[in-house]
């Protein structure tokens, strides 16, 4: 019988491949701090460095060690070699007719957001960010709730979508003089509240005012009416508060957004009631979109204004913005000014918002990724097969 012949594999001899280096823009401190003492720096050095690193990134902007002046330069070549300050990759970049910016950002493989500068909201500019790609809420109104939940973006993703449009915008240091950039706006794909961890650790970098320096009163966040994490929210974050409503009675409100099911009306109310520090400073948002048929009466309108009751509110009212497959149809004009002359009348502001960035489909309830949409070949196959059968 012939000997057994044995193999083994050297391990040794595979090749090694390098990690790719870390980004630290867009890092909240507590992580800086974690990345400087595991450089070896003792604690007390960790946290002044984490503190320089903030501010040069954040305040300043630099996307290069080498222009951290007041850091030696042996520790600049050592954060060199083990770190990077790029941004997420920019998938796609489009600039809408009335100068609204979108961005597509790819956070990792098959995770990517969307982001979106609207420029003169009243007097400010406002940055749309997503804090989930994807979302679950399937709000029946909205294009984004057409994509499955993908994953929740980190504090130093959502951070990365204001670095970005602040790069666009050429908007650094904070400090400076007329900028377009003014407010945050939770208002992009996912719910926040499903993502609240991460969503206050990145209002905390965006209010920092040795950083971005943008202020928690300029910072909302909207939420479909996760009700037990609104008081949370405003305890952790000071953010202003905004509800996506879009109706009034809880078997409509069920269909249109699902999560009534889970906390109606009633339970929704005592909680927005629970906010701290509300007052005439500091109003609740409610979001209303006018949907042709279905929310838009005057009956609505009314019950409305009693169930806003008791509360500092204003409503946007949001023309709907359609999308390829959407079950509804935009109100019609008068019939949203009627709407709001009703609700002006009880008390409340209530502006119809413009909509914006429609043509790039960077409007309220049109954001979803492009990782899900279809792609070249897919279309190029629907329209020859659409041809084919136009040909007979």
């Not at 090694?16 to 050095?45: H, I, N, T, Y």
């Amino acid at each position: 019988m012939g000997r057994l012949m044995k193999t083994e594999l050297d391990l040794t001899r595979r090749p090694q491949v390098a990690a790719a280096p870390v980004s630290l823009a867009g890092m909240p401190v507590p992580a800086l701090r974690s990345e400087m003492e595991a450089l070896g720096l003792d604690p007390k050095k960790a946290r002044m460095r984490a503190h320089q690193l903030r501010r040069w990134m954040h305040y300043f902007g630099v996307q290069d060690f080498d222009g951290m002046t007041d850091i030696a330069k042996a520790l600049r070549a050592q954060l060199a070699e083990q770190y990077t300050l790029e941004r997420p990759e920019i998938v796609e970049h489009k600039i809408s007719v009335d100068g609204t910016q979108k961005w597509l950002t790819r956070f990792g493989p098959n995770v990517e957001g969307e982001s979106v500068f609207i420029p003169d909201v009243a007097r400010s500019g406002a940055l749309c960010v997503s804090s989930q790609v994807g979302c679950t809420l399937n709000c029946t109104f909205c294009h984004t709730g057409t994509q499955k939940l993908v994953r929740n973006l980190t504090a130093q993703e959502i951070v990365a979508q204001v670095l970005i449009a602040r790069d666009e915008l050429e908007e650094w240091p904070s400090a400076a003089e007329n900028r377009r950039l003014t407010n945050i706006v939770f208002m992009g794909m996912g719910e926040p509240l499903y993502n609240l961890d991460h969503v206050a650790d990145a209002i905390d970098t965006i209010s920092d005012g040795d950083g971005l320096a943008i202020g928690r009163r300029r910072i909302t966040v909207s939420t479909a009416g996760v009700a037990p994490k609104i008081p949370e929210l405003g305890a952790r974050t000071g953010a202003m508060l905004a509800i996506s409503l879009h109706a009034v009675r809880d078997d409509l409100r069920d269909e249109i957004v699902p999560i009534n099911r889970k906390y109606d009306l009633q339970t929704l109310f005592e909680a927005i009631r629970a906010y701290p520090d509300l007052g005439n400073s500091k109003r609740v948002t409610f979001e209303y979109v006018m949907l042709k048929g279905v929310n838009d009466s005057a009956a609505e309108a009314r019950d409305l204004v009693k169930l806003l009751r008791g509360v500092p509110a204003k409503i946007n009212l949001i023309p709907f913005n359609p999308w390829p497959g959407a079950p509804y149809e935009c109100s019609d004009w008068e019939t949203i000014e009627a709407f709001a002359d009703i609700v002006n009348r009880a008390g409340y502001a209530s502006p119809i918002r413009t909509p914006r960035g429609r043509d790039i489909f960077a409007a309220c309830g049109q954001l979803r990724s492009e990782s899900v949409k279809k792609s070249a070949a897919e279309k190029r196959r629907e329209a020859a097969a659409a041809d084919t059968h136009l040909s007979h």
